[in-house]
């Protein structure tokens, strides 16, 4: 592996940017600074105190207001030293996953970089599923009561041959909750109100006539589609943004896959399997003595 491709390995900047700030606060840290029962508050620190203080309110601290932040900050760091000296940090499941989440903020920004036409286009082409506009449709519904309807087909053929005829539609039919009539409607939102077996049919109706019946879990419907705009997929141009942040996202899980494998290999892991599944038998059997019980 040549050095050019061994920098683009997240996990070697990872350990880069470690090394980097364990020898920054080497040198920054004075000769002691390191001792347990020592606490250092540097201008740096007192500057962001300060700083953190003027963003809230607005406003400088005054000396006694900056006196008790950098007694609060002083706390802080006796209440953290003394809980790690009385290991409070172990097995906190908190605790872990705040570090985890730490880490993994750490090992997506290694992700950060230029994003090129040429990559985006490329995970366009890879992904075009994700990106492709739905099907939509403006279209009007009569509706059919089927509990109303002895023999609802052939009162939808009856009342198809009125309507092409010229027969007022908004009087047609049975009374619902549903609109009547509806704009260009993406297929996903036409599903939402009627069902995914009605909009997939209602999508590939032509514009024209009135037809029907086409079903859904409320009953019979008739259709007339007056306009249908096909799925597409568009232009990079055109979503760019979208892309860049699709892109991204998949980037950072990626890289941050990759990395835990790599830590992954660095450690033994053993499962005790059979505990596992005594535990799992054992909620189990509670659930189950729990719904007899019930």
């Not at 005054?62 to 409070?88: D, I, K, T």
């Not at 037809?211 to 007056?226: D, F, R």
């Not at 892109?247 to 896959?257: P, T, V, W």
Request: aromatic share 8%.
């Amino acid at each position: 592996m040549n050095i050019k491709h061994l920098w683009r390995e997240p996990l070697v900047h990872f350990l880069f940017i470690g090394a980097a700030l364990f020898l920054l606060y080497g040198l920054g840290s004075k000769p002691g600074s390191e001792a347990p029962n020592r606490i250092v508050v540097t201008n740096g620190q007192v500057e962001r105190l300060a700083a953190n203080f003027k963003r809230t309110w607005m406003r400088p601290p005054s000396e006694q207001e900056l006196s008790g932040l950098v007694e609060n900050h002083v706390r802080e760091e006796v209440f953290y030293r003394e809980a790690l000296a009385m290991g409070l940090d172990q097995n906190d499941p908190l605790v872990r996953r705040r570090m985890r989440m730490k880490l993994e903020f750490i090992l997506e920004d290694l992700t950060a970089g230029v994003v090129t036409d040429e990559l985006l286009t490329t995970f366009l082409q890879q992904h075009p599923d994700k990106f492709r506009t739905e099907a939509q449709v403006s279209f009007q519904q009569v509706y059919l009561n089927p509990d109303k309807r002895r023999d609802l087909a052939s009162d939808a053929k009856q009342l198809l041959a009125r309507l092409n005829a010229g027969a007022a539609p908004e009087s047609a039919g049975d009374s619902t909750l549903l609109a009547f009539d509806y704009g260009l409607t993406t297929q996903s939102e036409i599903a939402r109100a009627f069902g995914e077996r009605f909009a997939e049919d209602v999508v590939k109706l032509p514009p024209g006539d009135w037809t029907g019946p086409v079903y859904s879990p409320y009953g019979g419907h008739l259709l007339k589609v007056s306009e249908r705009v096909e799925a597409r997929q568009p232009a990079l141009a055109e979503i760019r943004k979208l892309v860049e942040r699709e892109y991204l996202a998949q980037r950072r899980k990626e890289q941050k896959n990759l990395a835990y494998q790599k830590l992954r290999q660095g450690y033994q892991v053993i499962i005790e399997s059979s505990s596992i599944a005594q535990v799992l038998i054992d909620e189990t059997l509670a659930a189950v003595r729990a719904d007899e019980a019930n």
